[in-house]
C-alpha cells in the first residue's frame, strides 16, 4: 500500500514542475496503480464466500478438489483447510454474512453504513484503510464464523465435532446436571482462529512496514471479535420434574444471540485505539496517557476517510441519496448525515401491518395498509 501512495503522490496532476513522466507515462502508471488496487481488493477476502452462498450437498464431494480452487478470494492457506474441512466451507460462508449483516445494522444511522459494492472484494477500496471501521469489520466476520462452526456442531452438521465438552462450572449447583447438548465454542474458536487468520499469518513484511503494522492489527482484531463470542457464552439450562416442578436442571454452553455480540463490538469501535509502530517493530497506543488495549479491545492504525463524499481512491460511497432523520440530533439526523449539503423531502408510499387479531388457537391474522410518509434525503 506504500508503494500505491507513492505513486498516486507522482502522478497526480499537482506534480512537481519538471517531473520526468510525461502524460503518456502518468497514463500508464495510472491504469497500472488501478490494476494494482483491484488485485489487492480482490484478493483480501474469504468474506465473499457470504456473498456467493455454498450449496453444499449437491457441490460437496470427499476428496473432492474443484470446490475449493473456485472458490473466490481464499489464500493458499484457507485453501488447504478448504479441502480438508469442505464441509465446514457453508457454514464459514454463513458466519461471514451474519458477520456482514449485523455490521449493516450496527451501522445503519452512520456515514459509513458497512455496505457491499460487489461479490468479490465485498467492502471494496475502504477496507484498505486501516480505521476504526475497518477494525470492526475483521472482529465481526471472525466472530460471525466462530458464531456458525459452534452452532453447527452442536447441530450435527459437521463430521469433526459434535456438542460441546466444555468443562463443569464449578459454580453450578451439585444437584444440577451437566452435559445438555451445547454449543462447541472451544472447536468453533479453533477453526475460526486457523482459517480466519491465516491469510494473515501466510504473509512476510519487513519489520517497522505499514504493511507489518496492518497485518498485527488484522491479526489483533480477528482475536477481539473471536474473545467477544467466548466472553458472553453463558449457562444455559432446562427444568424438569412433575408438572413443571423444576425439581431437576440439565445445563448446557450456550453462545450469546449475535446481536448482543455486535453491540459489545460496537461499544469496542467508540472506544478503540489508535496505535503506532515503535521502534522493535510493534504496535503500541499513540497516546501513553491511556491504559494499553487488552487483546478483547479493537485497535486501528489510521485515521477514516471523509464518508460524506463518494471518493474512489479511499472507496467512500458519501452519503448523497441516504435517508436521514429530520428530527434527530444524532448521527442519522440530516445535519450530521448530510454533511450541511441539506436534504431533499418527498412524500413516500409504505405497506406495513396493521388490525391484528389473535385467533383461537394459535395464530395471529394481519392486514396490510397502506400509508403516505414524509421522508428526507442527503443531496
Given at each position: 500500500m506504500l508503494f500505491?501512495?507513492?505513486?498516486?503522490?507522482?502522478?497526480?496532476?499537482?506534480?512537481?514542475?519538471?517531473?520526468?513522466?510525461?502524460?503518456?507515462?502518468?497514463?500508464?502508471?495510472?491504469?497500472?496503480?488501478?490494476?494494482?488496487?483491484?488485485?489487492?481488493?480482490?484478493?483480501?477476502?474469504?468474506?465473499?464466500?457470504?456473498?456467493?452462498?455454498l450449496l453444499i450437498p449437491e457441490a460437496y464431494i470427499i476428496g473432492a478438489q474443484p470446490l475449493c480452487s473456485q472458490l473466490v478470494g481464499l489464500s493458499q492457506g484457507q485453501k488447504k483447510l478448504c479441502q480438508l474441512y469442505q464441509d465446514h466451507m457453508q457454514y464459514i460462508g454463513e458466519g461471514a454474512k451474519t458477520g456482514i449483516r449485523e455490521c449493516q445494522y450496527q451501522f445503519r444511522h452512520r456515514r459509513w453504513n458497512c455496505s457491499t459494492v460487489d461479490n468479490s472484494s465485498v467492502f471494496g477500496r475502504v477496507m484498505q484503510i486501516g480505521s476504526r471501521e475497518t477494525a470492526f469489520t475483521y472482529a465481526i466476520s471472525a466472530a460471525g464464523v466462530v458464531n456458525a462452526v459452534s452452532r453447527a456442531c452442536r447441530e450435527g452438521e459437521l463430521s469433526s465435532c459434535g456438542c460441546s465438552r466444555a468443562a463443569r462450572p464449578k459454580d453450578l449447583p451439585r444437584d444440577w446436571l451437566w452435559g445438555g447438548c451445547g454449543d462447541n465454542l472451544n472447536y468453533g474458536y479453533r477453526f475460526s482462529k486457523e482459517?480466519?487468520?491465516?491469510?494473515?499469518?501466510?504473509?512476510?513484511?519487513?519489520?517497522?512496514?505499514?504493511?507489518?503494522?496492518?497485518?498485527?492489527?488484522?491479526?489483533?482484531?480477528?482475536?477481539?471479535?473471536?474473545?467477544?463470542?467466548?466472553?458472553?457464552?453463558?449457562?444455559?439450562?432446562?427444568?424438569?420434574?412433575?408438572?413443571?416442578?423444576?425439581?431437576?436442571?440439565?445445563?448446557?454452553?450456550?453462545?450469546?444471540?449475535?446481536?448482543?455480540?455486535?453491540e459489545t463490538l460496537k461499544e469496542k469501535y467508540d472506544s478503540a485505539a489508535s496505535m503506532k509502530l515503535n521502534s522493535r517493530g510493534k504496535l503500541v497506543q499513540r497516546d501513553s496517557k491511556f491504559n494499553p488495549p487488552t487483546s478483547h479491545d479493537l485497535v486501528y492504525i489510521e485515521s477514516s476517510p471523509d464518508y460524506c463524499l463518494s471518493n474512489q481512491s479511499t472507496g467512500s460511497l458519501g452519503t448523497v441519496g441516504r435517508l436521514c432523520n429530520k428530527t434527530s440530533e444524532g448521527m442519522d439526523g440530516c445535519e450530521l448525515m448530510c454533511c450541511g449539503r441539506g436534504y431533499d423531502q418527498y412524500k413516500a408510499q409504505i405497506v406495513e401491518r396493521c388490525h391484528c387479531k389473535f385467533h383461537w388457537c394459535c395464530y395471529v391474522k394481519c392486514k396490510r395498509c397502506t400509508k403516505t410518509v414524509d421522508q428526507f434525503v442527503c443531496k
Open positions: 500505491l501512495r507513492r505513486l498516486v503522490h507522482v502522478c497526480c496532476p499537482s506534480a512537481p514542475a519538471g517531473s520526468v513522466l510525461d502524460s503518456r507515462q502518468c497514463v500508464f502508471a495510472l491504469t497500472l496503480l488501478t490494476l494494482l488496487l483491484q488485485v489487492v481488493v480482490e484478493a483480501n477476502s474469504w468474506w465473499s464466500l457470504a456473498m456467493n452462498p482459517f480466519v487468520d491465516a491469510r494473515e499469518r501466510e504473509k512476510s513484511y519487513a519489520k517497522g512496514s505499514f504493511e507489518s503494522a496492518r497485518l498485527m492489527m488484522n491479526l489483533h482484531n480477528n482475536e477481539a471479535g473471536r474473545r467477544t463470542v467466548s466472553d458472553l457464552a453463558h449457562v444455559s439450562c432446562k427444568c424438569h420434574g412433575v408438572s413443571g416442578s423444576c425439581s431437576l436442571k440439565t445445563c448446557w454452553l450456550q453462545l450469546a444471540d449475535f446481536r448482543k455480540v455486535g
